[in-house]
């Protein structure tokens, strides 16, 4: 018998243990992988082609805080803005479903190419939606989701304003990172509501990206000491503060991590000290046969280290062909968009299950190098 084949032997010994073992891996590493994914699309949310030139415009004190329309020609006016929009969250719920499944924004339907010129529709969809007063256009996603289709009425109850508003769908929009959303006119809502003259923030572009830290400190400036003192900000920085508002995300995945992780290296070490520890009389057969320690310490890490890494590649890569070829919108009901699992997570994950197959060997090793062949002898099996 080869060495090779006697480590394999003894893995497999007993079965069922080792099923469970590797399973246990498997399943730890799966979900290691998950939170590693989710913590990433969390803290890192994709970004469109054009949000490098894209400014967020919202009140100073909260996102609640509605903004006055009147600050718009002031806006306008300041070099290096291109387009300017209102961004008013309606914050609807369709057909009494329990939570907003997707957003709605009401905006300036004519500055929609200028300012998101990555939403791609037909010339015809984007001439209704201009002309047409209760026009929408929902993403892609979205309308899948629903069976949405252009000339479709839908009905929108809001949870912000006291009203319930009828919306025709003109165009359905793609190619954006997220084509889940539902924009409508900005004048639709101003009627509806009884609120005209405010708006919930203002979406702009600027002319280039060496323009934009200068438009951001000057809108920042002018509305200064104002009854409506805003804070403008990059996409990019908007984003992340958005999702700083939901606590600390990193401290609470990465505790989750740690927590799965440590768990994984006792239960493992459990199962390697148990399977040694019925095979000390063999152990102790290998050592008077001549074997020295730091060859049984080999055979143990080899056997560790081979469970763990078959449960690495299943759970790994179960994860991987999971998030890269499913569906995972419809997985996480619309919550994520896109689960990527980069180079780097794998790296990390395989590290911990190469690592985890070393430190589960670690007792088990100590104890069969301890032993005497006397006393390893006079072990009942």
Not at 102 to 122: C, I, N, P, T, W
Not at 268 to 286: G, K, P, Q, V
Not at 308 to 326: K, P
Request: with cysteine; hydrophobic share 50%.
């Amino acid at each position: 018998m080869t060495i090779p084949a006697f480590i394999i032997k003894n893995a497999l010994r007993n079965k069922r243990r080792a099923a469970l073992s590797i399973l246990s891996v498997a399943v730890s590493l799966f979900l290691l992988v998950t939170l590693q994914v989710a913590l990433r699309e969390l803290t890192l949310p994709p970004e469109d082609v054009g949000a490098a030139l894209r400014v967020a415009v919202r009140n100073k004190i909260s996102l609640a805080n509605l903004l006055p329309a009147r600050q718009l020609p002031i806006i306008e006016r300041i070099p290096g803005v291109e387009s300017v929009t209102p961004f008013t969250w309606f914050g609807g719920k369709y057909k009494n479903e329990e939570g907003m499944t997707f957003a709605q924004f009401a905006m300036d339907a004519k500055k929609l190419r200028k300012v998101f010129g990555e939403a791609k529709m037909s010339e015809e969809e984007y001439v209704a939606f201009e002309n047409q007063r209760n026009a929408c256009i929902i993403g892609r996603i979205t309308a899948e989701k629903y069976r949405l289709k252009r000339g479709d009425r839908i009905t929108l109850e809001s949870t912000v304003y006291p009203v319930t508003m009828d919306f025709q769908i003109v165009g359905i929009y793609s190619g954006t990172v997220d084509d889940r959303n539902m924009l409508f006119h900005q004048e639709y809502l101003d009627e509806a509501s009884g609120l005209p003259g405010m708006v919930g923030m203002w979406w702009m572009k600027v002319t280039s990206a060496e323009a934009m830290p200068k438009v951001i400190q000057r809108i920042n400036d002018t509305f200064a000491n104002t009854s409506a003192e805003v804070r403008a900000e990059s996409e990019r920085a908007f984003q992340l503060s958005f999702i700083s508002m939901w606590g600390n995300i990193r401290i609470l995945v990465t505790s989750v991590s740690s927590v799965v992780v440590f768990t994984l290296v006792l239960v493992s070490a459990s199962t390697m000290s148990m399977a040694i520890r019925e095979r000390f009389r063999e152990l102790a057969i290998l050592k008077a046969l001549g074997f020295r320690r730091r060859e049984l310490f080999a055979f143990i890490l080899a056997e560790s280290f081979g469970l763990a890494a078959v449960g690495g590649l299943i759970g790994i890569g179960s994860a991987y062909l999971l998030y890269t070829y499913g569906d995972i919108s419809k997985l996480t009901s619309g919550v994520f968009v896109v689960f990527e699992v980069t180079p780097r997570i794998l790296a990390f994950a395989s590290l911990v299950a190469a690592s985890l197959g070393i430190l589960a060997s670690l007792l088990p090793s100590l104890a069969a190098a301890r032993m005497s062949v006397v006393e390893g002898l006079k072990t009942l099996d």
